[in-house]
């Protein structure tokens, strides 16, 4: 089975991005994989939402899924069923929190590399995440899962699951503009300060990158901007680079047609269906407070030139 991992930092453009490849046959975007447990069941976190407009513990998608993994019991009444389940949500949280966080990227790639042996409790942890991919693929009918998390220990620890071929994209987008987007509180998240958010995009990136440092030929590193500058020309280079089965369509004026999709958590965008428009989101160039351009490009400093972006803003 075969695995894109989008990470990076967010609001960096992968819901779209998702959606889009998940148009493809037997490909199946299943958004942010991670939140399944913590806001689809435990209610702990926000957006609970499937793609498809359902809640995700009533989509008949996330529920065969979760069924599965649980092995849920025809003869056990709903409520010894329902305590199953969430104590394997509790207990993947806590994996999660544990093993996956973006302090553990560098642990998780000296398994993945042979440099270091995991524990018995990592182990357990890398085997419920192939567990949970295997269990998606085959409810969705997919051959290749585009998850959109964005965690890069989960991409770390990818690379390494026996049986998985994991392909790493490594999704940026300038500083500034994210750090625009996170003023804006959205209907499932509050709004990040942007010497937060900045801070954030700078260890994400930096984490996404040694990733791609152990395994140059699984990973690619996508600017959003590229992406919506030549939509059609990057979604055919990042095809071939993922072997993937064809090349989404893009209609003229950089238009793609989406289907209804099983993803969990992310943009609302993920909801939209029809005729959607790949266009550049410039409004942070003059939406973005000086002080504020000022802070994020100080803190994201090290990593612009690298990623080709300019001292100033719009520049």
Same mark, same amino acid.
């Given at each position: 089975?075969?695995?894109?991992y989008?990470?990076?930092?967010?609001?960096?453009?992968?819901?779209?991005?998702?959606?889009?490849?998940?148009?493809? @046959?037997?490909?199946?975007?299943?958004?942010?994989?991670?939140?399944?447990?913590?806001?689809?069941?435990?209610?702990?976190?926000?957006?609970?939402?499937?793609?498809?407009?359902?809640d995700?513990?009533?989509?008949?998608?996330?529920?065969?899924?979760?069924?599965?993994?649980?092995?849920?019991?025809? $003869?056990?009444?709903?409520?010894?069923?329902d305590?199953?389940?969430?104590?394997?949500?509790?207990d993947?949280?806590?994996?999660?929190?544990?093993?996956?966080?973006?302090?553990?990227?560098?642990?998780r790639?000296?398994?993945?590399?042979?440099?270091?042996?995991?524990?018995?409790?990592?182990?357990?942890?890398?085997?419920?995440?192939?567990?949970?991919?295997?269990?998606?693929?085959e409810?969705?009918?997919? $051959?290749?899962?585009?998850?959109?998390?964005? *965690? @890069?220990?989960?991409?770390?620890?990818?690379?390494?699951?026996?049986?998985?071929?994991?392909?790493?994209?490594?999704?940026?987008?300038?500083?500034?503009?994210?750090?625009?987007?996170?003023?804006?509180?959205?209907?499932?998240?509050?709004?990040?300060?942007?010497?937060?958010?900045?801070?954030?995009?700078?260890? *994400?990136?930096?984490?996404s990158?040694?990733?791609?440092?152990? *395994?140059?030929?699984?990973?690619?590193?996508?600017?959003?901007? $590229?992406?919506v500058?030549?939509?059609a020309?990057?979604?055919?280079?990042?095809?071939?680079?993922?072997?993937?089965?064809?090349?989404?369509?893009?209609?003229?004026?950089n238009?793609?047609?989406?289907?209804?999709?099983?993803?969990?958590?992310?943009?609302?965008?993920?909801?939209?269906?029809?005729?959607v428009?790949?266009?550049?989101?410039d409004?942070?160039?003059t939406?973005?407070?000086?002080?504020?351009?000022?802070?994020?490009?100080?803190?994201?400093?090290?990593?612009?030139?690298r990623?080709?972006?300019?001292l100033?803003?719009?520049?």
């Amino acid at each position: 089975m075969k695995v894109l991992y989008i990470t990076g930092w967010c609001r960096s453009g992968s819901t779209l991005l998702g959606n889009v490849l998940g148009e493809l @046959p037997g490909v199946a975007h299943v958004g942010e994989l991670s939140y399944l447990w913590s806001n689809g069941v435990l209610r702990t976190g926000t957006n609970p939402t499937c793609g498809c407009g359902e809640d995700l513990l009533d989509c008949g998608v996330w529920g065969k899924v979760l069924a599965s993994l649980t092995g849920d019991d025809a $003869d056990n009444d709903a409520a010894d069923n329902d305590a199953g389940l969430h104590a394997l949500a509790a207990d993947w949280v806590r994996r999660h929190d544990a093993h996956l966080r973006t302090r553990h990227t560098r642990a998780r790639l000296a398994e993945a590399t042979g440099r270091a042996e995991p524990d018995p409790d990592v182990g357990a942890t890398l085997r419920a995440m192939t567990s949970l991919y295997e269990a998606a693929a085959e409810v969705l009918g997919a $051959d290749v899962i585009v998850d959109s998390s964005k *965690f @890069p220990a989960e991409a770390a620890a990818l690379t390494g699951l026996p049986g998985i071929d994991a392909r790493i994209l490594h999704l940026v987008r300038d500083p500034r503009a994210t750090a625009y987007s996170w003023l804006r509180a959205k209907a499932y998240i509050p709004a990040m300060d942007p010497r937060r958010s900045t801070a954030y995009w700078t260890g *994400f990136n930096l984490a996404s990158e040694w990733i791609g440092g152990a *395994f140059p030929r699984r990973y690619r590193r996508l600017r959003y901007e $590229d992406f919506v500058a030549e939509p059609a020309r990057v979604l055919k280079a990042l095809s071939h680079w993922a072997e993937l089965p064809g090349t989404p369509a893009v209609a003229p004026g950089n238009t793609v047609t989406l289907g209804e999709n099983h993803t969990v958590t992310g943009n609302p965008d993920r909801l939209r269906r029809g005729p959607v428009p790949i266009r550049p989101d410039d409004a942070w160039v003059t939406g973005l407070a000086r002080r504020d351009a000022a802070a994020s490009t100080l803190i994201a400093l090290p990593l612009l030139p690298r990623y080709r972006y300019p001292l100033t803003p719009g520049g």
